[in-house]
């Protein structure tokens, strides 16, 4: 079974200071990595996965199988940051089944 | 393209009515999955169609079913509600294996 965990329900931050955002996950395969977001009244959408190993929005994320973590990180936070991360893992290509962590409300104090 | 788009928006039952809730996928899109999501918690995968068949289920009782039409749109129903199927219910579509888009989701309330 797989399971993912966000220790931080609720994380606030000054502007410009550095955000991590905590994830770790429990897979005994190898599994593929996301971050999901949700600002405000808008839908769930995808930030970033694993496999890309690219930067969103300043946002990056390394998936550290010896930890089993997949922690979001960001050098300079933005007040436009503030909203619901989620963090989600997939199996194995070809399982379609996200398995979501508990949600981390990311608050930016301007 | 709107998008992946969900309705109705929200809903009302009682417990043992049974509800159907019903999902657009996005343009081009083939897959539909459907998540629960409870108040304070993550969405939960509760099944997946492809090729109008159920491709992938979650941890969930008979009482969800689903199905998905010739035009990929796809309808969640459950029947003898409980209090506990009160939450946001999602949908995302794909493709098969791609990134899944959600919709805005359903907020079903249980009295």
């Known amino acids: 079974a797989q399971r993912v965990t966000q220790p931080e329900k609720l994380l606030s931050v000054f502007k410009g200071a550095p955000v991590e955002l905590k994830c770790n996950y429990s897979y005994s395969g190898s599994p593929e990595l996301f971050w999901y977001v949700q600002y405000s009244r808008q839908r769930l959408q995808l930030l970033l996965r694993?496999?890309s190993r690219e930067s969103i929005k300043g946002f990056t994320a390394d998936l550290n199988k010896g930890e089993t973590s997949f922690h979001l990180k960001k050098p300079f936070a933005q007040e436009e940051d503030s909203a619901m991360y989620y963090c989600?893992?997939?199996?194995?290509?070809?399982?379609?089944?996200?398995?979501f962590g508990t949600g981390t409300r990311l608050t930016i104090i301007p | 393209d709107a998008g992946v788009t969900q309705s109705p928006t929200h809903l009302i039952k009682t417990r043992g009515q049974q509800v159907t809730l019903r999902c657009s996928p996005k343009?081009?899109?083939?897959?539909v999955s459907w998540y629960q999501q409870a108040l304070g918690q993550g969405p939960q995968f509760i099944f997946q169609?492809?090729?109008?068949?159920?491709?992938q289920r979650g941890n969930f009782p008979d009482r969800f079913s689903g199905h998905q039409f010739p035009n990929y749109s796809s309808e969640l129903n459950v029947n003898a509600l409980l209090l506990g199927d009160s939450a946001l219910y999602l949908c995302?579509?794909?493709?098969?294996?791609?990134?899944?888009?959600f919709g805005p989701g359903t907020r079903l309330t249980v009295l």
């Open positions: 989600a893992l997939r199996a194995n290509f070809g399982n379609e089944k996200l398995t």
């Open positions: 694993h496999i």
């Open positions: 169609y492809y090729e109008e068949e159920e491709r």
């Open positions: 995302a579509s794909s493709l098969v294996s791609g990134e899944q888009f």
């Open positions: 343009s081009g899109h083939d897959t």
